[in-house]
């Protein structure tokens, strides 16, 4: 990696620690938070489910506006976006707010994402292959899933141990402070390189122009259409899981104010992703396709899955919360890579964002529903539930192998594992 592509690296990994630390302080306690407010398990996933609801339906706009007025300007908006709405989530806590009011903010809290999603990684894409880097996308996502995964642990923890040594309303403000230093240090170090925003005068004109373009090069290509359609089982069901280990380990564990367990559970998920970003590069260099990669893992993790749910031992329900972790953490970067390398930089940040909404979209419907199986059934059977909604991904996984995309051998190791016609 040559000394520009090394910066570009160095300001992606800043923006990456920076970003999921300040939004990972409340992911320990956030379920936790809403049944406290007095919602209901079904209204607490409803919640959760207006906020993915929220990136469906801006994150079409919002990726046009990082290909349109750059990718900077677009992470700018999701700090100030995610700031405000965080704190009004903390004032509905105050005055126990009824439902309605939830969903609302729910929304404006999936309008923050969406304006993250898709943009840091096109920059990060764009400005590396400016750079002349040659090498695979997977070391560099893998490093920086590795440093989120150190943000997240730090974050989670350190918000569990606040929720239980104040209240539960704390770790949202730490978390917009830092949200709005996270402003400052990307207006500082974030530029475009490798890539030029198109502004039109017509924005709506602009963005039926991008929305085309970034259809004609994402649903209509099989090898992409694919892989997007099994991110609604894959993305719908890990947003269930994150949030329902909280108050399953809870249960399990015998304490319903032990905070610092369920930040416990978010942080097992953190280092999760340190080993499974680091673990990444070396997967792909045992197989020679990366669909391979990403039928194998969702595969596996949607059995542990199934076991997890007929699971009543704490420690055990701990063990395979971390295998499922690590295995869904190390074929991210995978996927990341696969997809990157089948769009063009243009639509880039839009094609990723669909990306995203696809995966928000099963978002919309899993979590409610395996919210309301939780109610009847217990966390347990909506646990094995989900295992079984993951398995749905995996037949598009392999009609996305069948395309035969060029992506899906790209930085293939020199010699494949197997014989040509086998599962690698």
């Known amino acids: 990696m040559n ?4 910066k570009i690296q160095r300001i992606y990994l800043t923006l990456t620690l920076g970003n999921t630390l300040a939004t990972s302080f409340i992911w320990g306690v956030n379920t936790l938070f809403l049944l406290d407010a007095g919602l209901s398990n079904f209204e607490a996933f ?4 207006f906020f993915t609801a929220g990136m469906v339906l801006f994150e079409v706009p919002t990726g046009v506006v990082a290909d349109s007025w750059g990718r900077r300007v677009s992470f700018l908006l999701g700090t100030v976006t995610l700031a405000g709405s965080t704190y009004l989530y903390y004032l509905l806590w105050q005055l126990s707010a009824p439902f309605p009011w939830w969903a609302a903010v729910s929304v404006l809290l999936g309008l923050g994402f969406t304006f993250f999603s898709g943009a840091v990684e096109a920059w990060l894409v764009d400005a590396l292959h400016y750079s002349g880097y040659q090498g695979g996308l997977e070391a560099v996502f893998g490093r ?8 997240m642990f730090a974050g989670s923890v350190a918000g569990g141990v606040i929720a239980q040594a104040t209240d539960l309303g704390v770790p949202f403000l730490v978390r917009v402070g830092v949200l709005l230093a996270m402003f400052g240090i990307a207006f500082g170090l974030m530029r475009d390189v490798g890539f030029t925003p198109e502004r039109s005068a017509h924005p709506l004109r602009a963005t039926r122009a991008v929305l085309s373009a970034s259809l004609e090069n994402g649903l209509k290509v099989p090898s992409v259409r694919y892989v997007m359609l099994a991110a609604p089982f894959t993305t719908g069901v890990g947003f269930y899981v994150f949030y329902a280990l909280q108050p399953y380990l809870l249960e399990l564990f015998g304490d319903p104010r032990a905070y610092s367990v369920a930040g416990l ?9 340190v080993l499974g970003g680091w673990l990444a590069p070396h997967i792909r260099g045992l197989f020679r396709r990366r669909t391979s990669v990403l039928i194998l893992s969702g595969s596996i993790s949607a059995l542990i899955l199934l076991v997890l749910g007929f699971t009543r031992v704490f420690w055990v329900a701990l063990v395979l919360l971390t295998l499922w972790a690590v295995i869904e953490s190390a074929a991210t970067p995978v996927r990341q890579a696969y997809v990157n390398d089948m769009i063009p930089s243009k639509q880039r940040a839009t094609v990723l964002s669909f990306d995203s909404l696809m995966g928000s979209s099963g978002g919309v419907v899993v979590q409610p529903a395996l919210g309301r199986a939780a109610d009847v059934y217990g966390y347990p059977a909506s646990l094995a539930m989900g295992g079984i909604v993951q398995l749905l991904a995996v037949p598009f996984l392999l009609a ?11 930085n293939a190791p020199a010699k494949p594992s197997t014989e040509d016609g086998g599962l690698v």
């Open 400 to 410: 996305s192998r069948r395309q035969g995309s060029p992506a899906d051998a790209a």
């Open 265 to 273: 559970a978010a942080a097992i998920v953190a280092g999760a992703d």
């Open 3 to 6: 000394a520009a592509a090394r």
């Open 144 to 151: 920086g899933q590795m440093v989120s995964g150190v943000a």
């Open 46 to 49: 409803a919640a959760n489910a």
